[in-house]
């Protein structure tokens, strides 16, 4: 079994920050890929920002605004958001794809943390 507990989110006005938090634990072997996706009212989830170690990729939307940051010896990865927009209003999913102990290949979501952007 494996957990992510996420933290962070809440209310941010709009240009400013906020920062979400994911810290993966369980049965893990080793963590390929971090990611956050996030899903607005009425849309479809959609990926934010994802890293293996040595690739990261943004959605157009947050790149340069957004940054991931992913923290191997602890199994947390964070999302440093800036310069917000009430656009950026959704559930935040922290996403973890890794080996178990026993070799199985495995993807976990987070239960989510709402960011809301408003005045």
């Known amino acids: 079994q494996v957990q992510l507990v996420e933290s962070g989110g809440g209310l941010g006005q709009p240009g400013g920050p906020l920062a979400l938090s994911c810290a993966a634990s369980?049965?893990?072997?080793?963590?390929?890929?971090m990611g956050w996706y996030r899903q607005a009212p009425g849309k479809e989830r959609e990926l934010v920002a994802v890293?293996?170690?040595?690739?990261?990729n943004y959605a157009d939307s947050v790149k340069g605004r957004f940054t991931i940051a992913r923290d191997n010896a602890k199994n947390m990865v964070a999302l440093q958001m800036n310069s917000l927009k009430p656009e950026d209003t959704a559930v935040y999913y922290c996403?973890?794809?890794?080996?178990?102990?026993?070799?199985?290949?495995?993807?976990?979501w987070g239960r989510g943390t709402l960011v809301t952007v408003s005045s």
């Open positions: 996403n973890v794809r890794c080996y178990t102990y026993l070799r199985r290949y495995i993807e976990v």
């Open positions: 369980g049965s893990i072997f080793s963590i390929s890929d």
């Open positions: 890293t293996s170690g040595r690739t990261t």
